[in-house]
């Protein structure tokens, strides 16, 4: 029986191809990108990058762009990702199902939650700008706790705060790793959103429930629990 979902945040409720296309002016001012590296340009390779390495970490993302020759004199890996994260700061886009989803499942009786790596800073500011504060029974960021995905004991440190098992909680998210192995290893129902749609962990085992976007989250609990 599911008696919460719990999500994800990048990838998952936040837009972060769409945030990346509306920053890349930002980005493109602020670093010497290469002549005729438009911030059209600049987005269109950082968001294909974002689908190939994003999972590996930012400093693949970096390596790619300046293997790309998107700039005259490339940025060290430290100002590059400090652009980028100033630059997050101050734009979000968000998917415009995500709330009506949290809401349609909060009146189904099922609990919502939100678990995230990340900053605190950075990531609260997310949650407040796409208007998501309000929709979550429990948040846990893992700038404030002392574990982050995919370390069981986050996934448990929610079910707990939750009142629920952790067989109860299906747990929704992008990453291979942090999100389906770390949840599934926690006792969780893990679910992946194929946002990037970039599998680059061939060996972590993929889950049995696999996903578009989180519209289908509904429907899904609904089959699951009538089962």
């Not at 009786?109 to 609260?124: R, V």
């Not at 929709?135 to 893992?142: K, V």
Request: proline residues 4%; contains cysteine; negative net charge.
């Amino acid at each position: 029986m599911i008696k919460a979902a719990v999500f994800d945040l990048d990838h998952t409720l936040f837009d972060r191809y769409g945030t990346i296309k509306k920053i890349a002016p930002q980005i493109v001012s602020s670093l010497d990108v290469a002549d005729g590296v438009t911030a059209e340009i600049f987005a269109e390779e950082l968001c294909y990058a974002d689908k190939q390495f994003v999972h590996k970490g930012w400093r693949k993302i970096h390596e790619y762009l300046v293997n790309k020759n998107m700039f005259k004199v490339a940025p060290s890996y430290e100002e590059y990702a400090q652009c980028v994260l100033k630059s997050f700061i101050t734009t979000t886009v968000k998917y415009d199902f995500a709330i009506p989803v949290l809401r349609e499942i909060k009146k189904m009786g099922i609990k919502t939650a939100l678990i995230t790596n990340g900053d605190s800073e950075l990531q609260n500011f997310k949650i407040m700008s796409l208007g998501l504060t309000d929709c979550f029974d429990e948040i846990i960021i893992s700038g404030e706790t002392a574990y982050e995905k995919p370390d069981k004991r986050i996934f448990q440190l929610m079910a707990r705060s939750l009142g629920i098992k952790t067989n109860e909680m299906l747990y929704i998210g992008d990453h291979p790793l942090n999100d389906v192995d770390g949840s599934r290893k926690a006792g969780c129902i893990p679910v992946w959103v194929k946002t990037t749609g970039t599998w680059t962990f061939p060996e972590i085992e993929k889950p049995e429930l696999q996903i578009e976007t989180v519209k289908e989250i509904p429907q899904l609990i609904k089959e699951i629990n009538e089962r």
